[in-house]
């Protein structure tokens, strides 16, 4: 049996421009539970509020209103520095653009979010090492990243999301601009993930994402509010 509540939201609203003409109403009332261990996807076109639902849920952005609880904890109202914190021991990032840093190579890219740290560089590094031969991509380690196809591209991406052994990875659109052969290839190496324990969220309208049959929760969303919750795990 799995545990409870890894991620738990209560009435978890965002406004963006509150008090002004350009006022967005980005989420509304959203409360939803996210075990240990669950493979979720955020489904909804653009606009749904699934992006601002993952960033509330990753702590990049803070809500309007609401209670988020992290492993248990309330961490809505907390400080900044607290939430960096948190950022860096409990999350994972996979972003739509990857956001890999030019003119730094493979290995530097994936060690980037750990500094500054107080891990040696020679452990930092192992570290890293040992993750990007697991991806495959230990030949491609001293390559700049600018020169490599998309598909390194993604797993330098998902090296350097895994370099702080996250307890949860959060993407956000990570098939956007892949083939049909690379989403695929995203898609098992996050079920492999999932299956060593890792909690997955992703957020996604790709039916090459959302309509695989290992996904234990599907959260529709429209308009900022949460339309169907479909549970395919059986201890549930």
């Known amino acids: 049996m799995k545990e409870t509540g890894i991620i738990k939201t209560e009435a978890l609203t965002k406004y963006y421009n509150r008090g002004k003409a350009n006022e967005v109403l980005a989420l509304r009332d959203v409360t939803m539970d996210i075990r240990r261990g669950d493979f979720t996807v955020l489904k909804g076109p653009s606009g749904s509020g699934k992006t601002t639902l993952l960033s509330l849920i990753g702590c990049m952005t803070r809500p309007t209103s609401g209670t988020l609880f992290v492993e248990g904890r309330d961490i809505s109202h907390l400080p900044e520095r607290f939430l960096t914190d948190i950022r860096r021991k409990t999350f994972g990032f996979i972003f739509q653009q990857f956001h890999l840093i030019h003119g730094m190579n493979v290995l530097q890219n994936v060690m980037m979010p750990l500094y ?121």
């Open 116 to 236: 500054p740290t107080d891990i040696r560089i020679s452990d930092l590094r192992s570290r890293a090492e040992a993750i990007l031969e697991g991806l495959g991509m230990s030949k491609r380690r001293d390559f700049p990243v600018q020169g490599l196809s998309g598909g390194e591209q993604q797993r330098t991406a998902i090296a350097r999301a895994l370099i702080n052994d996250p307890d949860i990875i959060l993407a956000d659109e990570p098939t956007a601009h892949l083939d049909t052969a690379l989403s695929d290839e995203f898609m098992a190496i996050m079920r492999d993930f999932r299956q060593k324990g890792k909690t997955v969220i992703i957020a996604s309208h790709d039916p090459l994402v959302y309509e695989k049959e290992y996904i234990d929760l599907l959260v529709e969303m429209r308009d900022g509010q949460i339309r169907n919750l479909c549970c395919n795990s059986p201890d549930r």
